[in-house]
């Protein structure tokens, strides 16, 4: 059941425009080696970020895991160590109702933030960040019984945001 997929091609062309070839050629994330934890997102083109500033980046990708996984998407270590480049979240959190809920595909981003002095370049194919699945532990008393309708952000939407 836990696994990568594309989005649909309607939700891709939201991010990358009406390109089929480009939808048809990117590949789904994969570890490197055996005993590598994460699963290379690899960018669908090219970018740069430049010194100071935060770039949103479509993934193209949804991910299924069972109710009690959660996909944590950290920066490749090397990103950190040798060009200042981090998540402006510091570890993203995909929980498993992200999925293809009532409001939401399950497309997600990766937001990266260049704290380096150089531009700081992501070829297309390139690893920019990678996935680890987790399971997670809930306290015998847990009450939560929402079910998500949406994408980021949507469980924490105040009701007054609802009425706007």
Avoid at 15 to 29: I, N
Avoid at 31 to 49: P, T
Avoid at 55 to 66: A, E, S, Y
Avoid at 83 to 90: A, G, K
């Amino acid at each position: 059941m836990r696994g990568f997929e594309k989005i649909s091609f309607e939700e891709f062309k939201k991010s990358f425009g009406d390109d089929k070839k480009l939808y048809e050629e990117y590949l789904l994330p994969k570890r490197a080696s055996k005993n590598s934890a994460g699963y290379d997102l690899l960018a669908i083109k090219d970018y740069i970020i430049k010194p100071k500033e935060i770039l949103k980046i479509p993934t193209g990708l949804k991910v299924r895991m069972h109710y009690d996984e959660v996909l944590l998407i950290v920066v490749r270590s090397s990103m950190g160590f040798k060009y200042n480049v981090r998540l402006t979240n510091q570890v993203g959190v995909i929980d498993s109702d992200f999925y293809n809920n009532i409001d939401n595909e399950g497309h997600f981003f990766v937001s990266l933030q260049n704290e380096g002095d150089k531009d700081f370049v992501i070829k297309k194919g390139e690893a920019f960040a990678q996935g680890i699945f987790i399971k997670y532990l809930i306290s015998d008393d847990d009450t939560a019984s929402e079910i998500r309708k949406g994408g980021l952000g949507s469980t924490n939407k105040r009701k007054d945001d609802e009425n706007e």
